[in-house]
């Protein structure tokens, strides 16, 4: 007796969901073309990208970058740009290049990105919006009109010149989600003013990240909420971390961390040491006094902290954060440090350490800092 098949599309909406779950990327969107059931289907079921690069090249090309897991399929790269004919064409490493028409290609891009990542069933782990100033109009004409808010949980801005983007992007993503940002750039004379803009959003941060300097008063630093903070200064006062370290200590939050410089370099008065702190070793090579703070016959977690001529780093009990910050020249004694071994990785700050170096060998090659010109 012949067994009769069974097609795709006749299989339960459940079970068809389970499946495309267990889809890569480019499965998904083939599944999407490949009828109006599956289209449906494949917008209606949750999609989890990491993290999502978009930046514009030699001020032609529109990059956009997708990390998934490994299982899912891992980094997917997009270009759109201009060919001989004046056409816009997509190039992506999976697939053919597929010609557009005589769309701009910026428009294509954002178009692009409308389809396949501002969705309801879409969350993005990270954005990172590089050298983006030229999109900032289209892309916030996109997210003004879009049903849906952008689902995104980090913002991730590699130019002043983007804050503005950035800043706007806030406006019209889920609240709920969006957790934590960070801002580098290459040009150190830049400030960056994390207040002004969206104050209650900033202050509600679990992590704050700002890897060049900070036009911050001391009051809006401590009105902050985080649990992880990175800031740099052009001179912090004493008064700034005495509270902070202070803060931190009295929530004594397990994996929690901050850490601030200090570019003009001085001699810190150790009075700003809070009591119930110990030193633990100086070490004699850059001057680091590290300390620690631990509370005897308790399950709270040890308060580690180091202070140096430019800055001063304090972390609760083991995070894999605090390993991003630290100089190779504080030679940490490891027989004495926080035990790493029984720490809960969230899977994100895997994608973010690797990310954090595909963006330096990125950003040397093609676009540097266009804030200098």
């Known amino acids: 007796m012949t067994k009769k098949s069974i097609r795709l599309s006749d299989l339960p909406p459940e079970m068809l969901r389970l499946l495309v779950e267990k889809c890569d990327f480019i499965t998904r969107r083939r599944l999407r073309a490949s009828s109006s059931l599956m289209y449906q289907l494949v917008n209606s079921t949750k999609l989890y990208i990491p ?43 999976e697939r053919e290049p597929v010609v557009i028409g005589n769309a701009d290609p910026m428009d294509a891009a954002i178009d692009w990105f409308r389809q396949m990542c501002l969705q309801k069933n879409v969350t993005i782990g990270q954005l990172h919006l590089g050298n983006v100033n030229k999109l900032t109009e289209k892309l916030f004409g996109v997210l003004e009109k879009s049903e849906f808010p952008l689902k995104i949980k980090s913002i991730y801005c590699t130019r002043i ?62 009105s902050l909420n985080a649990s992880i903070i990175f800031l740099k200064f052009e001179n912090f006062t004493d008064d700034l971390v005495y509270k902070l370290i202070e803060k931190f200590t009295n929530r004594r939050e397990d994996g929690s961390a901050f850490c601030i410089e200090n570019s003009s370099k001085r001699k810190l008065n150790l009075k700003i040491i809070p009591p119930g702190f110990k030193i633990k070793k100086t070490t004699i090579k850059n001057g680091c006094k590290e300390f620690r703070n631990q509370l ?19 972390q609760i009990g083991y995070t894999k954060k605090v390993n991003l910050w630290k100089k190779a020249e504080y030679n940490h004694d490891t027989s004495d440090e926080p035990d790493s071994s029984s720490d809960s990785v969230d899977p994100d700050d895997s994608y973010e350490e690797s990310f954090d170096q595909d963006f330096d060998e990125d950003d040397e090659d093609d676009d540097y800092d266009d804030d200098f010109y």
């Open 296 to 314: 005897i016959d308790t399950s709270h977690p040890t308060v580690y902290l180091s202070v140096s001529e430019d800055r001063v780093l304090l």
């Open 161 to 222: 010149k983007s804050a503005d983007l950035m800043w706007k992007v806030m406006d019209y993503c889920d609240k709920s989600l969006l957790k934590e940002m960070k801002v580098r750039t290459w040009n150190p004379n830049k400030i960056f003013e994390l207040f002004g803009k969206q104050d209650e959003i900033v202050k509600n941060f679990k992590k704050i990240e700002i890897e060049c300097f900070c036009n911050v008063s001391d009051e809006d630093v401590l």
């Open 51 to 93: 993290i999502v690069k978009m930046t514009l090249w030699n001020e032609k090309t529109v990059v956009v970058e997708l990390t998934f897991e490994p299982k899912f399929g891992g980094y997917h790269t997009l270009l759109f740009e201009k060919n001989q004919k004046g056409e816009t064409r997509m190039e992506s490493d």
